[in-house]
Structure formats: C-alpha cells, structure tokens
C-alpha cells in the first residue's frame, strides 16, 4: 500500500482563503489530488481520474515515470548540484550530449542551445530579444489565437484578450492563422503587406508561430502553409521562430512538430515536456550565425534547474533513442482518428469538427455550452479533458504520448458516451418541446 | 564513499560547442561541479570550494539540505503529483498553511499568495499586471542599479544597460536609489516631481524597489529612506512593490527584507530561497484588496511545481518555526561585521566602502581590477565568491543563512588573506617602482 | 502688366545648397515658380503650367481666387488680429457661424469644432487623444495605404514605410481596406477579430478612415463597406475617424466625402482646403458628447490663424452658399467619367484602372515607369500631374474643383495624348525588337 | 477712421456653443478683439489692451507691422504661390538667402534648413525623428517643466501631465533642469547616469532642451549649464537640440537664446516668431552631416506657407540687418530689470523670484492666487499678461521686442500698481483679521 493514500481527506478552504483570485483549473476540477501514476491521477480518497491534460501539454509521458524516478532520486541522492546557474556540471553536460546525439543529430539538425530561465515565456522571450537583436528591427508577427506566454513581449505575442493586460508589447503585428477567415488565403495576405511599402506594415524582426496552436483551439497548420511561411520568411530575411513549447517534445508523433513539414527554423523554443518530469526547463535552439549573445545579457537565476536536466536526460534515452515511441504513437493516433471522424460523423449537429495531429486533438463544438457540459460528464466518469480555443469550444484531447491502447479507448469510450449522452439529452428536450407546444 | 565522487574529471568542450555564448558564471568558474553540500561544492576531481556566491542567494541553506532532501525523497517515492499547474494538492495546502501560521500571522501580516510562473522574472510581471490593473495607470517607477528580470516588463525595470534589449517595457520612469548621487535626497526630488504636475512624470501605477538591492552592487536602502518611501506611496495612492527576491527569505537577517524597516507593502515579489533547495518556485503576495485577477488572467504552466512546495514547506518547519535561525544570524552577522570594519580600516586605499545587513554584504573596490583579482585569488583558496554592481566592483558576500561559524571565518580568512596578498602586490610594485625610479 | 512678371530667372542653387535633402517635389518639378491664378502656375520665365495637382489637394478652389484674396487684404488692411490663439475675435464668430450655418445644419449634423494646431497630422491627434481619452482604451485601428500624417501618432497610422520612422506610434492595429486583397472581405476579417477574444486585437479607441485614400493610391471605399464600417464601430461602441483632409471639403463632389454613404462619424478631420487659399487651418469636428477636453487640455500657438479663418468663411460664402459648385462638378465628373472609361478601353496594356469620385481621380498604371513617363511627357506639355500610392503607379488628378470645362478637357487631352505617346513608343519598341529578332 | 471699428459688439455666444471647451485663453480674456497694432490690442468697443504676451511668443515684433504688412500686400497683390508645398519659389529662396547671409552667417553658424510643417510641434517631432534615424536609438532625454508641443514624440518631451494624453511618446527619460531642486547638481546626476552601466538610463538618441522654458515657468538655463550640457552630450555623441521655439527669434535679447552661451547645437528648432507676423512656420536647422533625410521621407502640406516667408524674410531685412533691435533690446532689458529687482526687494512676501533675459521676464508668486489676482487687475487696467509654471504661479512679461520704452514703462507701472493693490488688500486683511480676533 502506498503511505500516501492514508492521507486524510482535506477541505479546500485553505485555497480559497489564502490563494489568489487568478486560480483556474481548480475550480472546475474541484478534487485534491495525492498522487498521480502514468496516465491516472489519484484523489485524497483514493479515486483515480484517466488524465488527458497532462499538465497542459507539460508530462507527455505520463506521471512519475519510473525510470525517470529512479535518475531523480539517484541524483538527490548523490547531492548533485540542484541550482547550479550557468555552471558546469555534469547533469548538463550529460543533457546537451544526449539531445545533440539522439534528438539534433539524426534529424540533420545543427542548433545551439540556450538554458533560459525555465519556463515558455521566458524562451520566448529571449528568442524574440535574440531577433530583435540580430535584425536590429524592433516589430514581430505572431498569429491570430497564438498563445505564447504571460510576460510583456511573450504577452504580446499571446492572442487572448483576457490575458492581454497593459503589460503586453505593443510591437506585434497580428497575421491571420491558417483557415482563419473561410475563403482568405492567409500568407498570401501576408505577402501582400510584405512587399507593399506602404502597407503599415515594417518588415518585422520575426515571426513566431505555433505549427498546431493548442491554446487557441489546436488549430493545425497545413504541411503546405509551414512551407510557404518558411519561403516567405526567408526571402524577407525574417527570422522564423516556432514555438514548440506546447506542440513539440513528441506531441504530435515526432520530437518537433515542424518535422512534418520538413522546414528548418531559426530558432526553436522548448518547455513544458522537456524534462519529461514536469520540472520546470527551458531550452532555446538557436542557428549558430544567431548566437550573438554577450556573456550574460540573457540569463535567470533558475536556468540550471538540475533536476530537470537529469530527466530530460533520461527521456531522452527512455524515448527517443529509438522509433519505438514514434510507431506506438502513430498506431495510437490511427485509433483516435478512426473514433474522431465517427464523432464527426454521428455528431455533427453538435460537433463542427475535430482536428489534430499525432497525440493532440480537439472536438470543436458549435456550442460552448455542450463543450462545458462534456467536460463536467467526463469529470463524473472520472476523466479529465479541458478546453480551449475563443469561448472554450474546443475539448482538448491531450493523453500521455506513451499511453496503452486500453486506456486510450477507455478514455474515448468515455468521450463518446458523454456525448451520446448529451446528444440524447437535447433530442429529448427537442421532444418535450415538441410534445409541450 | 559517495557513488558521485568516482565520475570521471570530464572536458567543458560539450559547453564551449552546444551552448550559447549567453552563459557567463562558468567562464570565470571554470570547474565541473558534481556534488554540494552544505557550504560546499564539489568538483570532479573531488576537491571542495567554500561557496559563498549560494546561487546568487536562491541556495540560502545551503546545498541539499539532508531534511529538506528526506522530504522531497518521501514525496517522490509516494508518486506525489508534480506538474500539477493550480490544481488542489496536499503539497501547496501544506506550504500554503505553514507561510500563513509560521511566516506571516506571526508578523501580524495579511496577505493573499499568487502562485505565479516559478522565475523571479515571472513574479515581477504579475505584481506589475495586477499593478496596472489596479490603478488603470500605465507607468512604473523603479530605480537606479535596480535588478528585476529579464522579461519585457521586468526588463524595463532592470537598470543594467547590459541587458537592456529592445524587449524592455518603456513605460518606467527612473528615479535615483538612496545614496545614488552625494548630497542627493532622492525622495525629496521624487516627491518633487509628483508634486509638481508638469514635472514630466505621472503618477505611477507602482514603485518597484529592493530594500538592498543585489546584483546593482549591494546597495543598500536605509530603514528611514523606507519608510518616507511608504508614506509617499501612500500619500499619491502608488502601490508599493517589494522586490525581496534576492533580500528575503532570511538573506538580511530576518524572514523579508522590509521588516527591518517596519513597513508593510502592498505586494511582495518571493522567489529564488523560497524553495530551499534550489527549486524554480515563486510567489506573489498581495493585499487582500489587490487580488483582482480574473479566474486565469494570469497563469503559467510550471505554476504548480510541486517538489519546491515540498520543499518550501520543510524549510518553514526547519528555519522559520522558531527564532534559533535568526538568532544565529545575529551572531554571525557580528563576526562579519567585526571583520569588514577591519577591512575597512586595513586597506581603505583598496576598499571605498563594506556595507551590508543580516547575512548580505558587499565589499566595495575603489578599482575593479582588483576586484577581479580578489575572486581569482579566492578560486586559488577554493572559495567561491562573485562580483556585482557597475562594473564589478563589488564583491558580494553571500554565504549561506545557516552556515557555522567556523566555515564563516574560514571563508573571512580566505578573504583577508587574499586582500592582503593584493595590497601586498601593489606595495611592492610600488616599492619596486620606487627602486626603479 | 505683373510686375511679379518682371522677376529675372533664377538659379536653383540656393534650395540645394542649403534646403533639406527631405525636399521632394522640386526634384520632379524643376520650375521656379513666381504666381498663380486659378488652374495655372507662372515659372520665372513667363511660362504657364496647368495645375492637376492643387496642392497636394490644398488648393481645392484654385490659386488666388479674387473673392477670398480681397477679403483677406481687407482683413490685413483693417490690421485684424492675426496671431489670436484661441482669443475671440470677428474672424473666428464669422467662420463658426458660416460653417454651422451654411455647411453643417443643411446637411442636418451637429459637432463642435476644435480649432487644432493648423495642419493636418495635428487635428488628427487632436482626434486620437480625444478618442483614447474618451473610451479609456489605448489601440487604435487604422488601414493599408493609409496616410494621416508625419507626428507621432498620426505616423503610427500612416501606413506608407518609407516615413514610418521611429517616431510612430506602435499601438496600432492595421486592417486591410476595401479591396485590399482580392476575394478578401475586409469587413468580415475585421469583425471576426473583434469578436474573437482571442484574435489578438483588443476592442480599440477608434478606427481612423480616409474614404478616399489619396496618398495611398486614390483607393475608393464604396459606400456599401463605408456603411458596414460605422454599423460594426456602433456595434463594437467604436469610435468612427473620418480624415477628411484630403478627400473633404469637396473635392468628392460634396462638402463631406462621407456623405455619398449617408454615414454620420464621431469625428471628422478637417485640413488642407478648409481655408479655401492654401493657408494652414485645421478642424476637429465631433459630437457634443465626445468634447471632453478641460480648457487648454489640447493646444498650439498657431490655432488662431486668423487669415485662413478669413478666407475659409468667404469660401463658405463663395462656393458653399449654394449648389452651383456642386452642380458644376457634377458635370465635370461626367466629362472625366467619359475620358477615363476610354482610357480604361483604349488603354489596358498600360492602365490596370482608373477610379475615383467626384473631382479626385487616380489611374493605376501596371508598370511604374510609365507612370513616371506620363507625368514627365505631362511636364513637357505644362501640365502638372503626381502620383501616388504604392510604388507610385497611379496618377493623380486633382484639378480645381471650380475649374472651367475647357481647362479641364485641355488636361484630359494632353494626358490622353500624353498616355497615346508612351502607347506608340511601347509598340514602337515591340516591333523593333520583332524586327531586330 | 479704420472701418473695423465700426464693428457691432457681439456676444461671445457663438464660441461658448460651438466651440470645443478645449479653449483656454478666451474664458479669462473675455473680450471680442478686433484689430491690433503694435504692442496693442482693440476690442470690438474700440477699448485698447496693453499686450505683454504676445501671441505666447508668437508676435516678437508687434501687431501687424507696417513694413511686414506691405511686404505681404504686395505678394497678395501680386498672385504669389501661397500653397507651394516644397516647390521652388522666390518667396522661399529670398527667405533662405536673408536666413543665411544675415542671421547664420555673421554668427559663423552652418546649418541646413529644412522646412517642416509649419508648427512648434512638427519640428520637434522632424528634429527627434531625424535624431533617431541618425543615431539608430530610440530613447530622448527631455528635461522637467519642459513644454516641446503635443503630437504624440513631442507631447513625450512635453512636461505638463495636464497635456500627457495616451498620445505621449513613452521613450522619454526625463531629467531635472538647472536649479530643479535646490542642492542637487542636476547635469552631475545626468553624467552620472550615463557613465553608470546600470543606472537604468540608455545612452539617447538626443537631448531636447529650451534654454529658458517658458511655458514651464520662465527658469533660466545658465550659460554654465548650457556648456555643460553641450560637452556632456559631445562626449557621449548624443545630439543636442535646442528648442528655440518660443525663446529664439530675439527673445532673449539675441537671434539665438543659445548665443548668450557660446554653445552649438546639433540641431535647432524654430518657430512662433519666425515669420514675424503670426503666421505659421517651422525651420529646423540642423548640421551638415544630420541631414540624411531621403526626398520626400519627412513632410506637410502646409511647409510651403509662402505668405510666411515672404513675412519672414522682411522681418530679417528689417530687424536683423544690423544691430538696432539688439541695443534696443539691451536698454529695454536694464529697464525691465531695474523694476523686477523692486518688485523682488518690496514685494517678498508675495514674490519668490523675479528671473529672465533679454524680453523674456517672469515673475514667481508664492501662492497661485495672487498670481491670478493679478492677471485680473492687469486686465482692469487694459493690460493682459499671462501665467505660466506649475500651479500658473508666474506671470508671463512679453511685451514686443521693439516697444517704445514709454509703453514699456507703462506696462511695468500696471504691474506695480497692481502688485501694490494686492499688497495692500492682504495688509488690510491682515489687519482686520487682527482686528476681529
């Protein structure tokens, strides 16, 4: 028996009392949670919840790995150097050797790697200062529904207004995502106010895109749409860098979700599932021309969060030292597609559509309401999904990239039976109506 | 024996080719760090170094604590949830309860706690944001030498030009730090300019200060300054910000920096030692009345690090439930004193000036060359000590808050000797200048 | 005779030796000129050039109209108050009361009048700061080829590069005008980002708008889209800008060019031709409830321009009493409409369109140098023609709104003759190159 | 008989209706003028006013002038290009040739001229701009109490918050003047934050500077800190611009306020006064080597106000031919100065300081209320002055550069009476009070 599931069951009140207003998942995903064990999650009674958040995006391979467990407590053991700023040390060392070996290498990929203080924004941010430097221009692009992080440039950046406080850089022009207007070609709008020199447009330091924005409503970027923004930035000599932070680290079926369109970008930022363990890690990879870095201009006093380091070394090794990961992941995604495009088709006087790429989906519904109410019934069945995307349409289907084929039908029967449920709900509303009038 | 100490003494090329050229600690400290503790690290050839530098005051008890590792081991092995961005968990409740009993109720302090982005870079934003918010005011007021991030709106609080890439937030009006120009009284000229309705400044959103500020050369704000300070904020209805990153937890010799002063800000900015044990973690704390963040106005993936809450919540339980801390300090903070006044008095053609409180000092060069050759000088004796202020001519002081008395002049000693074998260099070049002459 | 006309030619040596290299018209037009009167300017040599250019549109009724130039002698005889500031004085009562009375209440609208600093970049900040004072928002939109300006935020909604300095301001957001982009409906791309709270573009103070862009290429917006406009800014609670300068005071036909839409703005801007003589004097028209300036809020030494205010009410009195001018550019429209309809037949090789409304016409040609030709062959022929918009490809007519049916089918004949020639040469050249191939 | 005399008395309905409440002056100058001459103002009762503001400055030389008048007759008369954008013109180049052979070159000063739109604040807004191009950075250093315009960069530079609209240009740093604070060296605080790395202030692009502010309050720039300032900025190659907008053009008893200091700006900007009649006109001289703008880059339709030029040119012939108006302005000035240093010596309870140079005089009450009170009393007495500074605790003395010492005279004894009667009403107060207790 685990000690942990003795623990008493708590009251929330400490969090309402003394926690700040800004709290959000906790409030509709009300429970206190204990422990939490691959794809489960387990409350102060003991319950388990099957996760299909995964930390928004941040423990694409599940909760507490073992192995990756085990190099933890091996490295607290042997009293590493914890906060060890830029320093060297051998938890580093190990880490960039494995990543340039195992992750760059085999991809024909040539970039440095900047340690950021380690959180998304802050890797946005000091990819966007490295631009501006570079270039010596001061605007950037990002896209309508982008979400890139919560400080000044990162915010503005970010599309959400409900984030976007006074805090947020002025300097962004705002392009039109892919298919974001039916009928509007995108980038060749953005062609147009490139080359027209009085378009209002400067030509921006860089722009920075998600290949498959997961805030915004897992908004998928077409192979032939990357492609064209890679030419146009290139021929504009705009730098391009993609935020991976929430999309890369194997979420949509390889380790850079830009693989698919086979571009090369500028920059790359990487967070969230980096150290594989849910330890705070940031990396910027950078071309080598675009390291023009002096000795600490960039820096955070968390840039050498070791620990992450250990088991982002050890994810490395545990998951992307072979094609093992990879061929799950593209079985598993064959069988949410198969089950997503029958939701599309039984469902679509509820569903507007469900997109995705690899292991990250989303059920856009017409109706914010059913989208609330599907989360609220898979909560009972004990899952955990959340939304996303303007008005929260969109449930996002986030499970561990190494997830068993069993808990990943599990986890859509779920789905699917909450849907049918409220399918059937409003049918018999649509009746009683009918019999009322 | 200790598994660690058998590593192999490994080469830096892995850095020097794979990492950007922003990394700057480990071009002076040169040496590969394999183990910590305590006060001391380890390299792989198996030698200690005294360090003094705590990474740059986020290790205020030093390396791995073994109550604070015990309880971070238990909460791994239990499968505690880690990324658990601000969802109910036994470990933030826990932390949560124990800040409110042991640190602010018994400071008579009320104050709401905003678990932000785990950088100090993060907190700052979102004191800032909610600042902004607040007043519906746009400007910020921080000061000369001061240090608060590296993101855009913390960088435009930041004052060291180094850093000052485009990504800095205009809209801060600069005012000068206690003692900033001689015969200067800083807060009458800001009081001046609010006063004075076309003095060029608005009345500001907030002031943003640090009570001794640390990477802007140990400067250090006195108890009278703060408190006019205060009654100016609160006099034009400004918010008053405590930056006590770097300052708090225990670095001045009690829990925050501001204590000393006796004042209570509007919203305190805790970061870097708040963890313990080196762990990304931060927190906003804010007046009741501040807290008007919408549910997710302000969020962050890493906001829920669990293992530092862990961790935060054993350091509590171990340093802040009883006055045996702070009465340590005490003591060691006259053994300091003691040896800097003599420094002061030895080598005034070396010295401008030592200043400092609690377990935070600063020795001031007139020159920073020797400076420069005071932290080589250390290296050699295998202490570990850095500079700040503009152009490094301060060496700062930081030892860890708990360290024993002996490893404190131990490192005193390092220092005194080192000084004297400049002072002794300069003599004889003089000396031989002299002959030669 | 002139004595004016007695004037010995003159070396142009004293403009580049000491004028600015920002001078740019008298690079094209090389002429020294010494008088004018109505639709003609006079070089030092005696020598007549028909004026197509007015001004850059400032000059709407003419050069040196008899009625106004005897009113302002008058008023200058009589020592009338000239630099007044924002005093009372006769001039200004008179202006206020003809405008109200013979331009405003016939056409049943209701503003106030700011009299602004007198150009135009400045009563389109007096209009912005009025807006974000007014919503308490800080955004502002403006559109592609737009042109408000060289001040700060004027320069901020420009939309031409080559004077986007760094003086603009960045809190813009840039739509794309009527038919910016083929099979692109701008007004739906604009309304789904207001609606979407994550689109990145905050609910902003006002949207500025020339409905006819003149700078940027003679770009109509038709009235359909001009009615959308203000119904999405009412909906959106939206300010609705009106830069008049240009494309006001008659010039479309009728006094206001948004009348042809039958739309009502918040505020409109008023410039160039308001003073009927090329004298500075701007207008800020808006509605009762937006006029919350505190006295001297907004200010400029040169509001009080009193001759311009002068001859502004005798233009009132000359041109605006009645319907004779509006008539009478209706009948010349016709004439234009016929000739350009044959150059859109005649001339499709070398002319994309010709568009416009009222007596403002552009002809977009496919290929710049002929553009450049056109007006250089115009030149030869004394006839002054510019161009504008993106790449200079579109020629401008901007005859005298008052110009007589013969003078202005001189015009049209030599750029139709002007056009024939560039024709023949380009078919000349193909049948050499056929003949040397 | 001047026929403007027989005027009707009209009520001041027609503003108070219509007009915007932006205006200012009119609301304590109440009366309806008419013409003025000279140093006089008429009102519509035929009553003369004793004018010492001056149009703000804008009227040096008078009202209306005979030799200026006949000038501009004659040019009207003669069908000269009034609107001539930048075109060549012999109103410009008579201008241009008087500016440099009478006014720059006997005082060894080499500058280009270029003609922006013709008000105080697009000047500022073409020297900053240009200041930034030529530099490549972005900040401007503006000095308290400074009043540069109100378009969005100058509104930045402008120190009143009263004007501080969302429009103000956010990258300004602002600076104490001399004296600003008593005991603080404010040019040893600038140094010392350019020289210090982490002040927090940037090296600028450029520092904008009147020598006396005159809106902010008639301080006084020494001719010491005025050379100061120039070598500061020298030795950090920041580019100096002086403001001579309202205290150039003879106020200050010489062509250029700075001549009294010997110093050479990088850049000047003038205004108000330049053309000598009231009409609006801008130069912005500027060395050499500054002037990179490409043709057409920085511009306004109104730059080609001939009516100016034609006025500004005569007002060179006639006052800056040879050294009359200076030696006038030399005795008028001991006079002002003789019964400014009574004031200071009688009146010290209700004057702080009476400070100025040349024409350019103000006097500083203690309480803003009987500064008012004065402003009233003059007014009974026909004479209208103004005030100026923070809380409008200084009265504004501009009488015209050439009055007759008798009008001179007269206006001093207003003021003194004036003075005198508050005086004596306070005493009387005083003694009633005394009185009644």
Redesign the interface.
């Given at each position: 028996m685990?000690?942990?599931q003795q623990?008493t069951p708590?009251t929330?009140d400490?969090?309402s009392t003394?926690?700040?207003?800004?709290?959000?998942?906790?409030?509709s995903?009300?429970?206190?949670?204990?422990?939490?064990?691959g794809c489960y999650?387990f409350n102060?009674k003991g319950e388990q919840y099957l996760d299909f958040l995964s930390?928004?995006?941040?423990?694409n391979y599940g909760?507490?790995h073992p192995e990756l467990?085990a190099k933890?407590?091996e490295f607290?053991?042997?009293?590493?150097?914890?906060?060890?700023?830029?320093?060297?040390?051998?938890a580093?060392?190990e880490f960039?050797?494995a990543f340039?070996q195992k992750v760059l290498k085999p991809r024909d990929m040539n970039y440095?790697?900047?340690?950021t203080?380690?959180?998304?924004?802050?890797v946005v941010?000091?990819a966007?200062?490295l631009a501006?430097?570079a270039t010596?221009r001061?605007k950037l692009v990002?896209?309508?529904?982008?979400?890139h992080?919560?400080?000044?440039?990162?915010?503005?950046l970010?599309?959400?207004?409900?984030?976007?406080?006074?805090?947020a850089?002025?300097?962004?022009?705002?392009m039109?995502f892919e298919n974001?207007?039916e009928?509007?070609?995108s980038l060749?709008?953005f062609e147009?106010?490139l080359n027209?020199?009085?378009?209002?447009?400067?030509i921006p330091a860089a722009v920075t895109v998600e290949t498959i924005q997961g805030?915004?409503?897992i908004n998928v970027a077409s192979v032939d749409w990357l492609r064209r923004l890679r030419e146009i930035t290139l021929e504009h000599e705009i730098l391009l860098i993609i935020d991976d932070i929430q999309a890369g680290c194997g979420r949509t079926g390889k380790f850079f979700s830009f693989e698919h369109a086979g571009i090369c970008p500028d920059m790359v930022c990487l967070?969230?599932s980096l150290s594989g363990?849910?330890?705070?890690m940031s990396v910027?990879l950078?071309s080598d021309h675009l390291?023009?870095?002096?000795?600490?201009?960039?820096?955070?006093?968390?840039r050498?969060?070791?620990?992450a380091m250990v088991t982002a070394k050890a994810t490395i090794d545990q998951f992307w030292s072979n094609d093992m990961l990879e061929n799950h992941m593209s079985a598993n995604e064959q069988v949410i597609k198969n089950v997503l495009a029958r939701f599309d088709r039984d469902f679509d006087h509820l569903i507007d559509e469900c997109r995705g790429r690899g292991m990250m989906w989303g059920i856009e519904f017409h109706n914010p309401q059913d989208a609330a109410d599907l989360i609220s019934l898979c909560r009972k069945n004990h899952m955990i999904v959340e939304s996303c995307?303007?008005?929260d349409m969109v449930i996002k289907l986030f499970p561990p990239l190494n997830i068993d084929v069993d808990n990943l039908k599990k986890g859509l029967d779920i789905l699917e039976n909450s849907i049918r449920a409220i399918s059937a709900e409003k049918t018999q509303a649509i009746v009683c109506d009918g019999e009322a009038a």
């Open positions: 685990n000690t942990q623990v708590m929330t400490v969090f003394y926690e700040s207003e800004a709290r959000t998942y906790c409030r995903i009300t429970e206190v949670f204990v422990r939490a064990k999650l102060d930390c928004a995006g941040a423990l909760h507490n467990k933890q407590i607290i053991n042997s009293d590493g150097l914890q906060g060890a700023l830029d320093l060297h040390t051998h580093k060392a960039i050797e340039q440095k790697m900047q340690f203080s380690p959180t998304g924004t802050s941010e000091s966007t200062k501006r430097k010596g001061t990002a896209f309508t529904n982008g979400f992080g919560m400080s000044g440039t990162s915010l503005g970010t599309g959400n207004r409900h984030h976007r406080q006074p805090n850089d002025p300097n962004v022009f705002r039109p974001y207007m009928n509007m070609d060749a709008y147009q106010l027209d020199k009085s378009s209002g447009i400067d805030e915004g409503g967070s969230k363990y849910g330890y705070p910027l950078m390291d023009l870095w002096l000795p600490g201009e960039d820096n955070g006093t968390f050498g969060n070791s620990i995307g303007n008005e």
